[in-house]
């Protein structure tokens, strides 16, 4: 006589793992919440709801007569966003046609470098390649520019190599049986099919390096940041809140032109 196998949910060794994983983080948040509660000063805390509402009293309303004050440097940031981004296309292209695997000239040296440089980009912030390059450039916007282009490497290299990826074998294939050269085959076969994703990730990381234009300033870039820095540090708070507004206006415009060109070209 055999005995019917009784279906369950999880095995005993399966349910014993999920006990053990959900011990595990009760383990780590109490060790996170102990972690946080000894270096926290709660006096602080409690007397947070006073603080900000002290603060925004100060803050409003916004001295709206600084405003003449701030135009230059808005444009500043505008071109330090749009400047850098050019560089970083002009610099990011050539790497995404190394690192894609059906585009690169040589998988063993070619493509890992270039992989390497996209990556080296990416985890950068762009305001540590601030900091480094005022350190070596001096402040001013040249190094805001070269920051944003070198964060702008890793962001448009890495998209686009994997667009250049995903092709379409038999259109390549097509050009190639023409009797194509290699360039032409680049030119014909692939290019066409990654343009749209190009010129969209290009105004998305334009659109992107708009708002880490704005906070460059805070370490020498130049921009608008310069200017909210200059007023922090004298706590010129209505000025304070009229540059975030500022700010916060050129990134909402900003957003509409990239999701209209976006939805343009797309």
Not at 142 to 162: D, H, M, N, P
Not at 179 to 201: D, H, M, W
Request: charged share 10%.
């Amino acid at each position: 006589m055999t005995h019917a196998e009784t279906w369950r949910h999880r095995t005993p060794r399966g349910q014993l793992a999920l006990w053990a994983g959900w011990l595990g983080l009760v383990a780590l948040f109490v060790w996170c919440w102990n972690l946080m509660t000894k270096r926290t000063m709660w006096v602080f805390v409690y007397d947070a709801p006073n603080a900000a509402a002290d603060l925004i009293g100060r803050a409003l309303p916004p001295r709206w007569s600084y405003l003449e004050r701030l135009w230059q440097p808005l444009i500043d940031t505008i071109n330090i966003a749009t400047l850098g981004t050019l560089l970083g296309i002009v610099l990011a292209v050539p790497l995404a046609f190394l690192a894609a695997s059906n585009t690169t000239p040589s998988r063993m040296i070619a493509r890992p470098v270039a992989l390497f440089l996209i990556v080296a980009s990416r985890s950068i912030n762009s305001l540590i390649w601030a900091l480094l390059l005022v350190s070596i450039l001096g402040p001013g916007l040249l190094a805001g520019i070269l920051a944003i282009a070198f964060r702008s490497i890793g962001f448009i290299g890495k998209l686009l190599y994997e667009a250049i990826e995903e092709t379409d074998v038999t259109q390549i294939e097509a050009v190639t049986a023409t009797g194509a050269s290699r360039l032409q085959v680049l030119n014909y076969g692939i290019v066409p099919q990654v343009l749209p994703t190009f010129y969209g990730i290009s105004v998305f990381r334009w659109d992107i390096n708009i708002r880490e234009s704005a906070i460059l300033g805070l370490v020498g870039a130049g921009g608008i940041g310069s200017q909210l820095q200059a007023s922090l540090n004298v706590l010129a708070w209505p000025q304070v809140t009229l540059i975030i507004l500022v700010i916060l206006g050129t990134v909402v415009v900003s957003e509409w032109v990239s999701a209209r060109v976006r939805h343009a070209i797309i």
